[in-house]
């Protein structure tokens, strides 16, 4: 499988695609300023406890108040109050937890009350996005991710992912990380660890161990409400996250971007460096991978299938629902089971393929095709589950139901990704009729007269919807011939295809849109 990253650098912010052999299987979208990213830090107010959720509501500074579960507490939630009180109080130096004699673990049974008490300050980590009307979900089991470990204070415990197989590597990984680990700081041995060395695994469990230190010495410090420590940008964050042998290439438009990205990679892949490249072409990058069109193929309530089937998607407040459709897809009756077998199977590759691409979590109800025999139900359920062990949520799913029904549970750490694919033409605004394509000849010529004459611009270029484009060069005594009599000079007609029907804009030779 080839995989590439396309990241698209904007003033509004950065849109990154993850593409499986040319398909498009993840969109990422980072604006500027974005607060309460996952696994930010914040030093949280206490402003209501709530005993009857057993949970409280905490001040982080959002608009409304984030909900902290008993059960997000962390077992050494009483080691890590005792740590922000002694730090707060100037009483100890030092970053790490050497010298801290941990607490007892909390009651798993007990309540919050017991814990936590209104406007006391707690450390609190960011655990899901604010979504929809609600705030951010929040742990004050904190964690610092790495790219091949996960380090986990006021702990002794090593873990290792389920996803390393072999005991054999599964117990060097162990004795590795037990000669190397702090004391009071547990560790989470992630799946790209396989076969790693020593050094790699060092750094960055040193590296892991500098931001955990960076955040102790802001917190003395830090503002109640305020964000004491935040993660990476979500770009790097991603790369971190999934870059592997697998990739091929990593496309950058914005050369302040480019570097910063090849210095990453190089800091904690060096061999892949070479795989970031920037990006020089004058079409827009996500245009010349083919990804505009993907995008808006695949962010409709309808998306249709290869083979003439089609997915209807559904969203509501409490679930996700796909009808799979057979569509103009045809079969007699003694095919008619390996047939819903077959639009099935094709159904759930995509399915899998929308679940990352939309980032939809919580309850996803899909209504397959009803198929009688039990071995068929069978194969579609171990298919699915095949094709979902690429994603990186976490996840649930179920067999067919009796009715038919496949249900899937999916981690929901931040808001869906959605895309509207419709477009109200903001010409006519739904009437159906626009000015008249005469008329849009006098106004393109009126701001060209402009241009040419007063402004005394040269070799512009004019770009049109290719329609248009098609109408201005029509015959052989055509507009574009009229304009090079009228004005002594040829202008440049240019088919942009992404532009609406009765859209335009003119081109100086310096390559820079003149405003008009």
């Given at each position: ?14 849109t ?19 607060n309460?990213a ?8 206490i ?13 982080v500074?959002?608009?409304k ?16 109050l005792?740590?922000?009180k002694i ?20 009651n798993?049974a ?6 936590v008490?209104?406007n ?7 655990a ?5 009307t ?8 904190l ?11 006021f702990?002794?415990?090593i ?8 005991n054999t590597?599964?117990?060097r ?6 000669s190397?680990?702090?004391k ?20 960055d ?14 917190l003395?410090e830090?503002e ?6 935040g993660?990476?940008d979500?770009t790097?964050?991603?790369i ?5 042998a ?6 950058v ?8 990205i ?12 070479k795989i ?10 996500f245009e010349?991978?083919g990804?505009e069109?993907?995008i808006?193929n695949?962010f ?6 290869a ?6 998607v ?6 996700h ?7 103009n897809r045809?079969?007699?009756k ?9 639009v099935?199977k ?21 209504d397959?095709i009803d ?10 359920f171990d298919?699915?589950r095949?094709?979902?062990?690429l994603?990186?949520?976490k996840?649930?799913?179920l067999?067919?139901?009796k009715f ?6 999916r981690?929901r750490?931040?808001p869906?990704?959605n895309?509207v ?6 010409m ?11 008329v849009?000849?006098d106004?393109?010529e009126s ?20 329609y ?22 040829k ?13 335009f804009?003119?081109?100086s030779?310096?390559d ?5």
């Amino acid at each position: 499988m080839v995989k590439e990253l396309i990241i698209d650098s904007s003033p509004t912010g950065v849109t990154i695609a993850l593409i499986e052999d040319k398909q498009l299987v993840e969109l990422h979208k980072e604006h500027i300023n974005t607060n309460y990213a996952v696994g930010d830090i914040y030093l949280g107010r206490i402003k209501k406890i709530m005993p009857g959720l057993n949970a409280a509501f905490v001040d982080v500074g959002y608009e409304k108040d984030a909900f902290l579960h008993y059960f997000d507490l962390g077992p050494q939630v009483q080691s890590l109050l005792k740590l922000t009180k002694i730090k707060r109080n100037g009483t100890v130096s030092g970053t790490l937890l050497d010298n801290l004699k941990l607490e007892a673990d909390i009651n798993k049974a007990g309540k919050i009350s017991e814990v936590v008490s209104k406007n006391m300050l707690i450390p609190v980590q960011i655990a899901k996005e604010p979504i929809s009307t609600k705030g951010p979900r929040l742990s004050s089991d904190l964690s610092i991710a790495g790219r091949y470990i996960v380090l986990v204070p006021f702990s002794n415990v090593i873990s290792i992912s389920k996803k390393i197989k072999s005991n054999t590597e599964r117990n060097r990984l162990k004795k590795i990380i037990e000669s190397i680990k702090p004391k009071n700081f547990g560790v989470i041995i992630r799946t790209v660890s396989e076969g790693k060395g020593v050094e790699e695994l060092q750094k960055d469990l040193l590296d892991s161990v500098s931001k955990w230190s960076t955040f102790i010495k802001k917190l003395p410090e830090a503002e109640p409400s305020k964000r004491v420590w935040g993660e990476m940008d979500r770009t790097s964050t991603l790369i971190r996250d999934i870059l592997s042998a697998d990739f091929t290439n990593v496309y950058v438009n914005d050369a302040g971007l480019y570097e910063d990205i090849r210095s990453y990679v190089h800091e904690i892949s060096p061999e892949m460096e070479k795989i970031v490249k920037p990006y020089k072409h004058k079409e827009h990058i996500f245009e010349h991978f083919g990804i505009e069109k993907q995008i808006k193929n695949g962010f409709g309530k309808t998306v249709n299938l290869a083979g003439g089937a089609y997915l209807v998607v559904e969203h509501t407040e409490a679930l996700h629902v796909i009808d799979v459709n057979s569509g103009n897809r045809t079969a007699n009756k003694e095919n008619q089971e390996d047939n819903a077998l077959q639009v099935n199977k094709e159904a759930a590759k995509e399915i899998a393929r929308q679940l990352r691409l939309r980032d939809m979590g919580g309850i996803v109800v899909i209504d397959f095709i009803d198929m009688h025999k039990p071995v068929n139900r069978k194969m579609l359920f171990d298919y699915l589950r095949e094709l979902m062990l690429l994603d990186r949520a976490k996840h649930t799913i179920l067999p067919p139901s009796k009715f038919g029904l496949v249900q899937i549970t999916r981690q929901r750490v931040r808001p869906e990704m959605n895309i509207v694919t419709s477009e109200v033409c903001p010409m006519c605004h739904g009437t159906g009729e626009i000015k008249a394509s005469i008329v849009l000849m006098d106004d393109i010529e009126s701001n060209m007269n402009y241009i040419l004459r007063e402004q005394n611009e040269k070799n512009i270029t004019l770009c049109v919807h290719p329609y248009i484009e098609a109408f201005i060069k029509k015959g052989v005594y055509s507009l574009q011939w009229k304009w090079f009599f009228k004005f002594g000079q040829k202008i440049k007609v240019k088919a942009v295809p992404s532009y609406l029907l009765t859209e335009f804009h003119f081109i100086s030779s310096k390559d820079e849109e003149i405003k008009l």
